[in-house]
Nanobody, 124 residues
Framework: QVQLVESGGGLVQAGGDLKLSCEASSRTFGIRAMGWFRQAPGKQREFVGALHWSVGIPNYADSVKGRFTISGDSAKNTIYLQMNSLKPEDTAVYYC?????????????????WGQGTQVTVSS
């Protein structure tokens, strides 16, 4: 098994920036990709972006393209989410996830392990 621990959430004003981090505890879980999802109150959990270790190029949801940047360190099984120009509609619990496959990363079913989530609140 693997544990994912997110950090970096908080309260920020609209237009501000935040950086989230997520580290996976296991080096033997066979992680091939890591991703970020978010869930706003009353809404379903949605894909934010993902990074496949061997490809090295992140992909993003349209709603965050140009504002959010994903980076990571495959040796440390750590992924980051730099969020710039935050909007009130970015308010959500952000979840980190790890996958042992390299497809279906835009779907919740593509992941094998999830973090507990970290709250991001953007005030207007």
């Amino acid at each position: 098994q693997v544990q994912l621990v997110e950090s970096g959430g908080g309260l920020v004003q609209a237009g501000g920036d935040l950086k989230l981090s997520c580290e996976a505890s296991s080096r033997t879980f066979g992680i091939r990709a890591m991703g970020w999802f978010r869930q706003a109150p009353g809404k379903q959990r949605e894909f934010v972006g993902a990074l496949h270790w061997s490809v090295g190029i992140p992909n993003y949801a349209d709603s965050v393209k140009g504002r959010f940047t994903i980076s990571g360190d495959s040796a440390k099984n750590t992924i980051y989410l730099q969020m710039n120009s935050l909007k009130p509609e970015d308010t959500a619990v952000y979840y980190c996830a790890a996958a042992r496959r390299d497809y279906g990363l835009e779907l919740r079913s593509g992941y094998d392990a999830w973090g507990q989530g970290t709250q991001v609140t953007v005030s207007s």
